[in-house]
């Protein structure tokens, strides 16, 4: 009968080993750290992912917006432009070539930045708290406008809005327009002089009485 050397297992090939039970357990371990890992990290790549397409879908509808007040502020014609601070109403020449001019009115309504033209509304900005219209004329800005309520046509020089931006992230959208060269300005106010003694509707002095 053969015998069997210490620490050799009988069969066909008699000089390989197998793994003992905790060989096994902390491989299986360091796989499961290992596949752990990795879900962490392409979990992070996800996530950030998905906020980089989120601020970058919020970047495009700032800059559309703002496009669209530019090229509107660019367009104005001979009209008023009357502002109570929070909105703006003003007239830009048609859409299309030979159009008449439109009116064009911006406030925010229901969160959301609205542009509207007649009876149609555009929402061209959502997640807005608030809209702030400042106007430049010489050296001085007013919070609304006409500033002279004389002279009602007259355009200032510069436009500038200010958006308060709701959810993620916030913050100050502001954008300054600088509007173009009015054409034919209304002229200014003609002072009224003082009625000499004697004149207008009311009688004049009483003369002695002999």
């Known amino acids: 009968m053969t015998s069997v ?3 050799r297992m009988p069969g066909n090939g008699g000089d390989e080993a197998g793994f003992t039970l905790i060989e096994v357990m902390i491989s299986l371990a360091l796989f499961g750290l290992i596949a752990v890992a990795g879900l962490a990290l392409v979990s992070g790549i996800l996530n950030v992912r998905e906020h980089t397409e989120v601020r970058l879908d919020r970047l495009g509808q700032l800059q559309r917006a703002m496009l669209v007040l530019e090229n509107d502020l ?3 014609t001979n009209g008023k432009i009357v502002s109570g ?4 109403a003003f007239t830009r020449v048609g859409p299309a070539a030979g159009s008449a001019p439109v009116e064009v009115r911006y406030a925010v309504v229901g969160g959301a930045l609205v542009r509207l033209i007649g009876a149609r509304s555009q929402v061209l900005l ?17 919070n609304g406008w006409p500033r002279d309520a004389r002279r009602p046509g007259l ?25 173009p060269v009015q054409a034919v300005p209304p002229p200014e106010p003609t002072p009224t002089a003082s009625p000499a003694p004697g004149e207008g509707n009311g009688p004049g002095p009483i003369g002695p009485i002999r």
């Open 155 to 179: 355009w200032p020089r510069a436009i500038e809005v200010q958006v308060a931006l709701a959810g993620s992230p916030g913050g100050t959208l502001r954008r300054l327009v600088e509007l």
């Open 85 to 88: 601070g929070t909105d703006i």
């Open 126 to 142: 959502p997640g807005v708290q608030a809209a702030r219209w400042r106007f430049y004329d010489q050296s001085e800005w007013a």
């Open 5 to 7: 050397p210490p620490g």
């Open 74 to 76: 660019d367009q104005v």
